[in-house]
Every structure is written in structure tokens, then in C-alpha cells.
């Protein structure tokens, strides 16, 4: 890994195929005007705190807190072959996990949140960047640009990935959705698509679309 | 400070009139796609430090490296009453230090590049965010993107700040220009602000632009 190795260190940067990961509360900033600073940094500390161990969890890097908005690395500083798998396994555990957010949130009295979740592979430099004073592992390059807009196509609840996080991620994904989008600083429009669960050696799958649904419709509709 | 006191941290949020700035290196994204990543880290590296040591100079807190953008904060965890002249006075000496980050890179054999530097003043939450294995001083709330969407309309070399700051600033500033904007989530334009130069203790000041104009036509024109 760049961190452990002084040559990697001194070399100060590498590009790297990774996958990238950004999260947030979505709607969160217009809630967060109504509520007391108190309870804005309870909700987003229970957030961060039950995300973060999910995320570990996956040997997902953490790179930055902001705000609201968690930006993760499954790819740096260690390479491994599943980093788009991964990503979209920890992603759905995320989400899926929000019940307890939630949960905890109602105990302390807070609104209840939602998150989405964006995910997208492809090259970017990775390295030590700051000063003397303060430096940090840091990470440029389009595709970080391209994992938040994409991240901000998403409503609550939701997890988008790109189409190269889609082929990375090879069999056994249960795609929900797609769109095409057109995000500013592109030349063309993108396909994007909605991630509903993983199989293989870890199954996980969100609450399915159409049984949602079905269930919905179950309700006898009150007769006036 | 909410950082040194154990009640602030306990207490865990706290809202705060701040001044903010955000800054990035304009078009950097596009240019790092094409030159070899120790030169993109090496940039940027040059960049953060010069900048780290004038922010600091001006008690700024540094909230944030993301990327090539630097998130700072005047006025917390220490509130002071010139927050939002420090922050005028920090950006026209980080726009003239320009030069020396472009002479290093220069002897590097990187290429130029240029800052772009938005300011605002407002209330938001900060408090300590993150969970018990990593937490950071943060802040949240519409004022953060509010900064982050003034300074996308930066172009290199530009300076440009809310009204709200304008008005925090008091007497003495050299505004150049100014532009009606309507940033994504407002329901109507704000006004925004070059800011060229701040006088009073510390005198500051950008080349004024009519002087450049002069300049540029007093080269003659070849005859052909």
C-alpha cells in the first residue's frame, strides 16, 4: 500500500482503477435549517458511527467525512480483485442498516432520515496530499466528480451505480431500474442503474420493488 | 472554543454565525486526466502548502482538503469580530501567491494553473462529527453549498463573495464587479461580489483589472 511503503510516500502519487463510493442524508441540509445544531450532529453522528462500521467491515477506505456526505475507496490503498463487489454488497448492508439509524433516531427524539448511495469505478490519483502541517490520503480526478453527481441523481433510499461498476461487479447483481442521465461536464448521457441486491458467497438484497407493491395494493382501499 | 471545552463536545453541535471559503484549482480536473499522477499530487501538494501557511497567518480554519479544493471556516471553534475581513484580507493574499505556487510548479516542469476563491457569511451547525473509531470538526448546513456554488462561478483568479459577507466586511473593500446568480436550491438570484482589494491595517490588493486593460494596449500592434 502507498501508506505503509516510504517509496509510495515519496513517489506521491499513482493512478489506480478503483471503486469509489459516495453516500448522504438525502434532503438533509433543508432539514437541518429547522432543526436545533444539537440534534443535526446527533442524527449525522448516528449515522456516521453505524455507516463507518459497515464500511470497515467491507475494507472500504474512508476518505473523507463532509457533512453529511461520506466518500469511500474500496480499491486504496490496498488493491483487491472484489472492489466493485464489495462496494455494492457494503452499499445495500448501508442501506439496509438505515432501520436502525432510524431507530435510534426516534429514541432521541430526532426525524427519521434517508440515505442514497452512488457508485462508480474507474481511474484516479491516489496520494498523500496536504502540507507539512496537514496532509491527508487524498484522492482526484473525474471520477470522483462523476461518483457524486451520480450519487445526486438518487432518492432516499436508493443505490446507483455506473455502468463500470456494473460490469466490475460480473454475475449475480439484482438490478432494479435504469436511466439515462447526462451530467454536467459530460458530452454524452450515461446509463445508470439501480442496485437491488447481490448474490453469490454474500447474499443481501433490499426490500423488492414489486412485492412492495403487491403489498400496497393488499390494503383494501376504504369505501366512501 | 467548542474543541477545548468539554461541554461544547459534549453538547455536540453548536450554531454559528461563520465566515466560509471555499477554493479550488479551476479546470484542474480536466487537466489531471492528462499528466502522470506524481505531477497531479505534486500540483496540488505545492498548492495546499503555500496556501495552509497564509490561511493559517489569518486564523482560519482549515475544515477540509477535498481534492484540490480547500473548505476553511472564520469563526470557529474561535468566533472573532473581523472573521469575515480576515477571510477578504486571506483570499487576496492566497490570489498573489499565486505566483509563487506557479513559479514552483514552473521548476517542476508542471503546468500553470489558477485558484478560484468563493466567500460567504451565514449561519450553520459545527460541532464534532464522525463516530468513535474517526471524527473531525465539521460543518453543515445551506451556507456550506451556498459557498461551494459561489465559488463554481469563479474563474481563475477570481474572488467572489455573498452580500452577506460584503455587508460582514464593513468599509474599505474594492469591489470590481458584480453578477445576479440563481445557484441550484434558491428561489431567487442573489448578487455576488469581485472582490479586488481591502484596505484599513491591512492594505491588500489585486492588480485592478483597467490597469491590465491599459497595459495590454499600450503593447503595439503589429503592422501587417
Redesign the interface.
Known sequence: SILDSPEGTR?????RRVTIMMTDLRG???I??RL???????I??IY??IM??II?KYQGT?D?????AILVIFGAPVLREDDARRAAACAIEMQLAMETVNARNREAGYPDVAQGIGINTGDL??????????S?Y?????N??LTSRIESYTVGGQILISESTLAACGDALRIDDQFEVMPKGLKHPITIYELGGIGGSATLCLPEKHTAELKSLAVPLPVR
Open positions: 513517489l506521491g502519487g499513482e493512478k438533509f441540509t433543508a437541518s435549517e436545533p445544531a444539537e440534534h443535526v450532529v446527533g449525522i453522528n456516521l458511527e463507518t462500521e470497515l474512508i473523507e467525512f463532509i457533512g453529511d490519483v491516489v496520494g498523500n496530499i496536504g502540507s507539512e502541517k496537514r491527508k487524498g484522492v482526484v480526478g473525474r470522483v466528480n
